[in-house]
């Protein structure tokens, strides 16, 4: 009995200290998310201004000419993917859906650029053809860990090496809904709701020029957007995961707890019991 009252301490302290951690790292997941949404805030006008003269200029039937059909119609050719991912695990099963979104969308002649370890090792397993890899990190990302990233597709898709150039990453709806996502980002893909003020533009040297000079500053844009998504959905999966997990210590805690103070109050009746019946027997 009283190695078993030592056991249940041991194991109350445990679970009390999993809930402890699980908070902790409840409420840095929550830091996290609040900074994500602020970064957010101030990148959308930014993206909004180069997505709209984008928009304008390949949706404009006057602006249009057969030079832009190289970024704006698909071909047979070859892929670039990008796959966002965390570093670490503890995220729920947003990891598992991410990869099961991965192997639906891959083939095996795609060039594949991986941002985070958990998608690395997968991929590596699989014996995809990786170009780069690189971290994921446990900060939020900014514009100058990115610029390697998108260099790749740069040169692959200006060069014309590859004819698509995809993000798979995990789109952050709020806090509760996070899904994994494919979005092509090239060629581009005109906006059919898209409406502008009838302003006239004076494009130089020509619209095509300026959509050519524009195309690395869109796919940034896209792509940040994305991995500033990957980032919010890791936290908010994480938060809630170990909300659950501090949850789930406090009631074994508690079960626990209740288990030791009545084996303790069995074994308080049982020496009393024991001691009457001593006295009794003198």
Do not use: C
């Amino acid at each position: 009995m009283a190695q078993n009252l030592q056991q249940l301490k041991k194991r109350i302290k445990t679970s009390n200290s999993i809930a402890q951690i699980a908070k902790a790292m409840e409420m840095i997941s929550a830091s996290k998310i609040r900074k994500a949404q602020d970064s957010v805030e101030k990148h959308n006008p930014y993206s909004r201004k180069i997505k709209s003269i984008v928009q304008r200029i390949i949706t404009d039937q006057d602006l249009y000419s057969k030079e832009m059909e190289k970024f704006l119609k698909e071909s047979d050719g070859k892929r670039l993917v990008y796959i966002i991912s965390p570093d670490k695990g503890l995220a729920g099963g947003l990891v598992v859906n991410l990869l099961k979104t991965v192997s639906a969308y891959l083939r095996n002649d795609d060039y594949i650029v991986v941002i985070g370890k958990k998608a690395s090792s997968d991929v590596t397993r699989h014996g995809y053809n990786i170009l780069a890899s690189f971290e994921m990190g446990t900060k939020f990302p900014s514009y100058n860990d990115i610029y390697p990233m998108i260099d790749i597709a740069r040169k692959f898709y200006i060069s014309g090496e590859v004819t698509k150039v995809s993000v798979i990453y995990t789109e952050f709806k709020n806090m509760l809904v996070q899904k994994p996502v494919v979005e092509e980002i090239f060629p581009i893909k005109p906006d059919q709701e898209f409406k502008e003020l009838a302003i006239d533009y004076l494009f130089e040297p020509s619209p095509f020029d300026v959509l050519k000079e524009l195309l690395p500053f869109y796919f940034e844009v896209e792509f940040y957007s994305a991995i500033m998504n990957a980032y919010a959905s890791e936290q908010a999966a994480r938060m809630a995961a170990m909300k659950n997990a501090k949850d789930n210590a406090k009631d074994i805690s508690t079960s626990l707890t209740n288990i030791y103070n009545r084996s303790r109050q069995e074994k308080i009746t049982n020496e009393l019991l024991d001691l009457a019946n001593g006295q009794q027997g003198m």
